[in-house]
């Protein structure tokens, strides 16, 4: 229950809003991304229990059955992983942001920017004019990696069925914004759509497969 609460609320709540604060923060309502948080903890708290109810996950000590330990990461391979997935997390939010986002011309209204020439120039004027937002970035990636790395090592599967597992889970949240959004037009929230769902797929896949270790039983019976 609390791996799949930490794991909802920090992806689809915490995450989420940390970017409204930063782009839509002269948009919104006062007060309403603290009651967005207060609704998705209320939400979570609610849905996490009753699905590990419902799905019959709901065991005591005596009646879980045993499992494999998890295997160790040591700190050098759990290093490497983690400073790839923060360049991976970084390159492919602009990647997308540019590539499906950025090329609505809705979006680029919304925001007041300009139609940039080249992937290249984005990642160079954001570098000059909006270096936060890289900075922005960096703490995303690591909430992502702090929130999906419980619900990964809580899942007894194969590595390709949890990077599977991940990257359904991440794009699942993108589809709010197909609904009515008092936000922003429906125009841009669909371009957003198909920029946070190709990001999540890709993403979720990449940390799925790279924070799954196999376990002990099945190191020592390879």
Do not use: D
């Not at 609704?39 to 499992?67: C, D, E, M």
């Not at 797929?201 to 019976?221: M, N, Q, T």
Request: with cysteine; net charge positive; hydrophobic share 55%.
């Amino acid at each position: 229950m609390g791996v799949i609460w930490v794991g909802m609320y920090g992806i689809s709540t915490v995450a989420a809003q940390i970017e409204s604060i930063f782009f839509l923060s002269n948009k919104l309502p006062r007060g309403m991304i603290r009651a967005i948080f207060l609704q998705g903890a209320i939400a979570t708290a609610l849905f996490a229990p009753l699905a590990v109810l419902l799905l019959g996950k709901w065991r005591t000590a005596l009646q879980a059955p045993a499992s494999p330990t998890p295997a160790r990461m040591h700190a050098s391979s759990a290093a490497w992983r983690l400073a790839l997935l923060v360049v991976a997390f970084v390159f492919l939010y602009m990647f997308f942001g540019y590539y499906v986002a950025w090329q609505s011309p809705a979006v680029r209204q919304y925001y007041g920017g300009p139609e940039y020439s080249s992937f290249y120039a984005v990642l160079k004027a954001n570098w000059m004019y909006h270096p936060k937002i890289y900075v922005l970035q960096v703490f995303r990636a690591l909430l992502y990696v702090s929130c999906l790395y419980p619900l990964i090592r809580v899942l007894r599967a194969a590595r390709w069925e949890t990077a599977l597992a991940m990257a359904i889970f991440l794009s699942a949240w993108t589809t709010v914004l197909l609904l009515p959004n008092p936000m922003m037009p429906s125009s841009v929230a669909h371009a957003h759509f198909w920029e946070t769902l190709a990001f999540g797929l890709v993403f979720g896949a990449l940390a799925g497969w790279l924070l799954s270790i196999p376990r002990k039983r099945e190191h020592s019976a390879a």
